[in-house]
């Protein structure tokens, strides 16, 4: 295993620890293990492959299991001793045998990314490995790295759970195209290379002294060039980019061959590894993952190709890979439900439970009228219509995981053969083992983005239970944990009542209450008795001066759960369903409505909000002047859409399908779940290619439809003075 250490003076250092040896379990009849064993002996030899029964424990039934455990005493032979197992005989069953060899080694080191360890090494060594084993079906590429120190010893000097730690000292190197960050180049963007070096603190602080920004092109000399001299001058730990996976860094590779020298991406011999982009489908929406390119000795994290790192910045990624101990790279890339499912395995690799490869527990059968009952999610009331002052918002904090841990829900104790006796699920009647409740650890994040990535794991530990690919996934338990979240929440509504307050709002685990005359401590003491009742933490999460509920979109009458805008006691705003939370709206109509908002969030009552309404309604009018005046730039035009399927698939002239023909015809390859960025031109034109521009073509038309983006401006305004337009 190579690891890579930053000492105390800040030197760089590459280890390799040969003490690692992975391991995975086989079971089945003892004849044909034995068999398996013997072949394993017999064609492994050059590979240090050994073989032995012991016992690991089934996590399903929490018995014994008798097992034949494979220890690969060369880690990267591992996936390559597996499936000569899984091929010698079909029939037999196998666990741990797709973990992770990084995450495994922190498991078995007790370390984890970003630590700070103490190490004791010897001296360098040459690390050519031995010669492919007979079982390897096709041949190595053997790179002969250059001498590492051996780690003899490792010992972590940190916690994963702490919440104020120091980060290394590392040296930072961001890389992005001039121009929209939003907009794929692949698209026919273009643009000179901005590439600035520093450190995380320059990093979080653009501009300040501790870094320093270049801009490449093929003025002075060719940008792979510039480029390489840049690496070796400053040689980054860390490489933030955008678009660095799928366009950047591969571009930069292909003209640097192209040019017959070596971009210095990585450090080390070893090649940049790139995998292909798919699209894919998730909870009924197709879905784009752009390629990625991970590097060798240094950190690379694309920001417009990493969900943690968008929704929770640098300090969100940090705390993910910490907890979660996968590889930096591969954490910013993947989802937070792969970080769950990991430490979930972790927990078994403790315990000597069985880890099985895919889910191995069927749902139970059930009658059509049992499904119905049991497959809900959670509990929705619909908002009364209107405006209201003095509104407090109560949470259930973090209440999936709370249910989880405070009944024992989990999928080995849902239904369980060994407690016939024990408690009942209301509604479904399914049996929870009776033991004590786990207790539930709960890390905070040194800044909200790192509670915010603690709060995408919660998330994801409930959906996980009836997650369709979850190894330890049960759906009973899934909806279990619904039936108790809907219980819950009727029981809040019933207390809040009983107690005089109106409820106005519920939504899965908030309940939004109101009394004219109560005060935050008459809203403390009422969720502190919910609490009480329901056995499960419930936080005033707010007070407001007011909250508006907004009706569908469609007619006036009808109320929807999720379109209400609500103002704090410090003016800070919660906003749902507006234009402004949406991806596809341009940015002219989101910068509009939220400035609009913040204007509103100084009214205290509907006698200051009308009052404050006319104040907003200016940041509206100067907007539609900036349009009719042709002051606003383009980028503040453009739309952004995801495709639902390729471009020649697409029946109707939809302006996601014009857009996407027209980079179609110019040679752009796209696929479903990508986004593609567009201007209206004119959208009631004759030919389809005059209705809508994509972004990257531009430059030489004829303008925009201001009529179509001054009827967006005047929509987005419309719900903020719904309410006060109707008296």
Known sequence: MTLWLIDANQKRHRLIDRAFTPRFYVHGPELRLKRLAQRLASNGAAGGITAQFTERVNIWDGRPLRVLEITVRQPPRFNAVVQYARHADPGLRLYNSDLMLAP????????????????EVSKPAECAGPEPAAWETRPRRTIQPTPAWEVRAIECQDDEWSVDYELPPLAVMTVRLEGLASVNPNHGRHGALEVTAGDLDGLSHPGSSGSQTWVLDDSEEPVAVGFERLLRAHDPDLMVSEWGDSILFPRLLAAAQSRRFQLSLNRGASPVEHRRARSYTSYGRILFKESTTTLFGRLHVDTRNSFIAGQCQLDGLWELARITKLPVQYAARTSTGTG??????????????????????????????????????????????????????????????????????????????????????????????????????????????????????????????????ARFGKIEAHEAINALAREKLLVAKETAEAQGFRVLHALVDSLYVQREDATREDYTSLAGEIEQITGLPLAVEAVYRYAVFLPSKQSAEVPVPNRFFCVAENGELKIRGLECRRHDT???????????????????????????????????????????????????????????????????????????????????????????QYIITAAKGDYPDERFRAFTFWEGWRGCDVAEYERALRKAFEPLEHFARAL
């Open 340 to 469: 769950i499912s990991t430490m979930q395995m972790e927990l078994a690799w403790r315990d000597g439970v069985l880890i099985p490869q895919q889910k191995a527990e069927p749902e139970t059968p059930k009658q059509p009228d049992e499904l119905l009952l049991a497959d809900r999610g959670g509990l929705v009331f619909t908002p009364r219509l209107g405006f209201f002052t003095n509104v407090a918002e109560l949470d259930f904090v973090s209440e999936y995981p709370s249910i989880m841990a405070r009944f024992n829900i989990s999928p080995e104790t849902v239904n369980c053969a060994c407690c016939p006796d024990a408690p009942r699920v209301p509604e479904l009647g399914y049996r929870i083992t009776a033991s004590a409740a786990t207790a539930a650890e709960n890390g905070a994040g040194r800044a909200a983005q790192c509670r915010s990535a603690l709060k995408w794991l919660l998330v994801c530990c409930f959906g996980y239970t009836g997650y369709k690919n």
């Open 104 to 119: 495994l080694y922190c498991w078995e080191k007790r370390i984890f990314p970003l630590a700070r360890v103490e190490v």
């Open 586 to 676: 341009p940015p002219i109509v989101e910068r509009m409505q939220r400035e609009a908002l913040a204007i509103l969030a100084e009214a205290h009552d509907f006698e200051s909000y009308c009052e404050k309404l006319e104040e907003a309604r200016e940041v509206l009018n100067r907007c539609l002047d900036r349009l009719h005046s042709s002051q606003v730039s383009i980028e503040e035009l453009v739309i952004s859409r995801r495709l639902t399927r390729a471009p020649s698939q697409y029946k109707q002239n939809n302006s996601t399908a014009i857009v996407a023909r027209q980079l179609a015809r110019a040679g752009v390859e796209l696929r479903p779940g990508e986004c593609v």
